[in-house]
């Protein structure tokens, strides 16, 4: 038989729940946020993981599957997000593992970069690179990545591209003529 606190910590936690899934460590700090004693939250993370309400291992991969669809996110942004929903180091592992077989990591790298690099204003090259280059890095994406995509996308500024003498409108180049001629 349950305590009334138990009651209302399992009707708390199963209310947190309704939204989306949860880790168990969210649950069980949700539950102490609340001021639930450590019983009842004991009573309830077991009443949950028996009927599997809550799943760490499930929970890991719709968590990983939704930022990667819809945020793009690199395998080191998305190991640091499940770390901070406390999840155990195996279980991040297997779902990283199983979620960058399924999307290849290259591939969102270079449609983040595309996408930036099309709505990007700047005509300075190396600005570009930079900028791209530092928004993959808050992407997630592995540096030798975030080098190889930039590298392919942003084209390298040679000499060959650069031309140093100005470019004269036609009256600047009319006067320089006539003042050629009068010498």
Do not use: W
């Not at 001021?35 to 009927?51: H, K, M, P, R, V």
């Not at 929903?85 to 970069?113: F, H, P, Q, V």
């Not at 996408?115 to 994406?141: N, P, T, V, Y």
Request: hydrophobic residues 30%; aromatic residues 8%; charged residues 35%.
């Amino acid at each position: 038989m349950l305590d009334e606190e138990s009651k209302k910590a399992r009707k708390s936690a199963i209310r947190y729940l309704v939204y989306r899934d949860r880790s168990r460590s969210e649950i069980v700090q949700h539950l102490k946020e609340k001021g639930f004693s450590g019983n009842s939250t004991d009573e309830t993370i077991a009443f949950l993981e028996d009927n599997d309400y809550i799943n760490d291992p499930r929970f890991a991969m719709q968590f990983g599957r939704s930022r990667i669809k819809n945020k793009k996110v690199g395998k080191l942004r998305l190991e640091r997000e499940l770390r901070d929903k406390g999840l155990k180091t195996s279980i991040i592992d297997l779902t990283l593992g199983s979620l960058y077989e399924e999307y290849d990591e290259r591939e969102l790298a270079m449609a983040c970069a595309k996408k930036k690099f099309d709505s990007s204003s700047s005509s300075d090259i190396e600005k570009q690179r930079g900028r791209l280059a530092r928004f993959l890095d808050r992407k997630g994406f592995h540096t030798s990545l975030v080098y190889q995509v930039v590298t392919q996308l942003v084209p390298h500024v040679t000499s060959n591209d650069f031309d140093p003498s100005p470019q004269l409108t036609k009256n600047q180049q009319h006067k320089t003529m006539t003042s050629c001629d009068q010498d």
